[in-house]
């Protein structure tokens, strides 16, 4: 016999026990220090998921939303009435978890469970990492076995596409797989400390990213693959609903909003860093040459030129990621009626930072000449390979292939002199490729990761992932790719706090 306070969802920590109770029920329950529960045995792992957004069932609240642990479904409240309480007498399920307090329960009887066998379910629902376990997460490729049989190796996990949002996956997964970035959010303390505005709703974003970090890199899952759910609503939500789980979407434009979204909700601006600067962030000088107008007369274009207006101005810039342009791709055939993918090297793209090559910019009104020089490279470094055209009527895509050596690629060439004096390593290993197969507005997204323990590839497509061999990674249609400066651990790796 319970004895309950005057609110039915308070339960009182006496525990008063009648023998004849007991022996009614078949059930002895012990002392309020470690109940046991008969019905543990009901409690089924295979249908647990946590990767949905916690609300009620019924009554789709996020208050006191419980889990059942027989067939998974949430319910809000313990009390009398309750949701649970009524699932628990309707269906005789007995085992609920507090999504909240992550606190186990016996219903109808309405008794907290402490019982050991349960911590497996905590650590799916809440998974923690200490700084060792961080620290070592690179140095091995140990092969771990789902709860359903399954083995994988954790951040090399599947992400579920929920309808059209496989171009918000594949940036999710990048990001994931980049060292100092994944140990910040996997590590809550580095966070939990930001103060935002009242009624700022974009720390969502930070809280939900660090939640899918650990799921990725959890060693103990129920399954060997992780549905973005919560994360992509807080996408949804915080984008005002410009990115959408239910059509397709623009993996740069979305990687673009993404990361600066979260360096603004770390408390970064644009002179205080974040963890999400300090990784990706460089620097260029932009020279720029304003253009007069080409239906004016000869004499008129060379009056204006010789006016300041006319004359290069040079202005320094940050940078989180360089977009590369690819040639305009030919339209010819081959003898087979075949349309030619063509091929360019990666230099010859990254020729556009060299600081001798220019490049035409036009406006609404006016034309310009830049030329662009990089002036410090970042320990990780973000291309975007421009394949997607907007005109006022269509979109299109350019195909070339892009040949890129997977490591070894040496940037100092596109520094400024001073640069070059101070840059000690400018050579940078490819870490994550970004794909787009298929046309322009449908197509799909895959991407290919380094794992860094087993220095093996890996691609994956949504749920699907499987090795591949670093020769065919050059084979695809890069759209965006990161590059790990070689030596870069003692910069960024070690780094937690902010």
Known sequence: RMTHSSNPNKVVASLEVDVDDDDRRGRVVEDRRSRHCPYLDTINRSVLDFDFEKLCSISLSHINVYACLICGK???GRGLKSHAYTHSVQFTHHVFLNLHTLKFYCLPDNYEIIDSSLEDITYVLKPTFTKQHIAGLDKQGKLYRAYDGTTYLPGIVGLNNIKANDYANVVLQAFSNVPPLRNYFLEEENYRGIRRPPGDIMFLLVQRFGELMRKLWNPRNFKAHVSPHEMLQAVVLCSKKNFQITKQGD????????????????????????????????SMRIFSKKLPHPDLPQEEK????????????????????????????????????????????????????????EKEYKTYKENFLKRFQL???????????????KNNFFVEKN????????????????LTEEAQATEKNTTYDLVANIVHDGKPTEGAYRIHVLHHGTGKWYEMQDLQVIDILPQ??????AYIQIWKRQESDNDTNNHTGV
């Open 251 to 282: 993996a740069v434009d979305f990687m673009t909003w993404f990361l600066n979204a979260l360096h603004g909700a770390l408390g970064g601006t644009k002179k205080k860093s974040s963890i999400i600067t300090k990784a990706f962030q460089g």
């Open 74 to 76: 949430y319910f809000q």
């Open 375 to 389: 002036t410090k490279l970042p320990p990780y470094l973000i291309f975007c390979i421009k394949r997607f055209t």
């Open 472 to 477: 065919m990674i050059t084979l695809s249609e």
């Open 399 to 414: 195909p070339t292939i892009v040949n890129f050596p997977i490591t070894n690629v040496d940037l100092r060439e596109y």
């Open 302 to 357: 060379e009056a204006l030129l010789m006016t300041e207006e006319y004359q290069e101005q040079m202005s320094e810039s940050t940078f989180l990621f360089l977009t590369l342009d690819l040639p305009t791709a030919p339209l010819y055939k081959d003898e087979k009626e075949q349309l030619i993918i063509p091929q360019v090297p990666l230099f010859n793209i990254l020729g556009k930072f060299n600081g001798s090559t």
